[in-house]
DNA sequence: TACTTTATTGACTAACTAATAAGTTATTTA
DNA sequence: TAAATAACTTATTAGTTAGTCAATAAAGTA
């Protein structure tokens, strides 16, 4: 049974993405297990065994989305993923990459790689829907679908932090005002 | 002589904004300045206390920086904004918003209210520039210039996080391409 | 000159941290 | 059934952390 060792992950997560990297340690995992620290470490020796673990189901769970995505037009999908956001910013979370950028420098080599691709993942479904959906006329934007991509993205990482300093309604703008401007 | 609790204010601003707020100990200030680590805990008796005044040194630089802007035009305004962010991705650090949003859940209710009244300062002062811009017809876009500002803060402020994981490259494609698309 | 304030050190503490080693129990597997 | 493996606990360690307190030295003030 690896109920343990998933819901670990999923713990470490949402601690990671609520407190930060290095807000939080083995023991608010273990309490809320209910197991001893030792029993963490014995799934995931060190912490950034755990914190690669985090990023491997973040690309699992990305590659699931753009599965699901796969099915609708390119506008639909733009919209899934900024609701995707939408859904982040209301459980109080952040983005995985604005949370690991900003612990970037106590990240060990084998995350950064990690957190590095998945970045580059995210970034290319994004300018392909963006590039798709321009040429079925489902999409307008001037400039290149990758620097349109970069700035959806950034948009989406810095308005979950942003909404905790000025409130929510200030990543709703941000959002709709996207969707405004690219879907024809 | 107030030298040592100024710099201590500048070390302490660089360490977070560098490796995060939990990232940081007096330890590597004090190391840094060498003096021990209760010189530093005189000067800010506790963690919160120099966090405040880290966001109060935060305030004093934006606003001076306001007060030189302000003999230039809007659309160069703008630019020297963004020239002030690409200058905070060449040295490695964040935007101070990202950087107290990520550790947001351990921070003090006081640095909370600086760290928000300092992020509305900045927001409606974008705000006010883009609309005396477009008045002026120096600056076009279609949102409202309050969401225009939403806009190109969380670029920036997600640009120079972007920038660790992915290369600079895509902080300065970023940053070139706002401008191109508001300036007329 | 005597007192007070400012800036600092030295020495320490209590709490927390990641991590380890040895032992325990239950479940597979051969 | 015996051995092996998986999933833990108990107990502990070495290091770090923010924060305190008493002592000191220098500079300013009355």
Known sequence: MARTKDTIVLLGDELIRKNGYNAF?????SKQLNVKNA????HYPTKPDLAEAVVDWHTDSFNRFAEKASS?????QIKMFLNFY????VSGKLCVIGSFATDWNSMEDSVQEKVTEFTENVLSW???????GKQKNLLTF???AKIEALKILTNMCAGTQLARITGSNDFTDIKNSILEQIIT
């Open 25 to 29: 340690s083995y023991a608010d995992i």
């Open 126 to 132: 994004i300018t392909t829907t963006l590039d798709n």
């Open 72 to 76: 609708k037009n390119e506008a639909d």
């Open 39 to 42: 029993a963490i470490h014995y």
């Open 86 to 89: 939408a859904s982040i910013q």
């Open 142 to 144: 001037s400039s290149p």
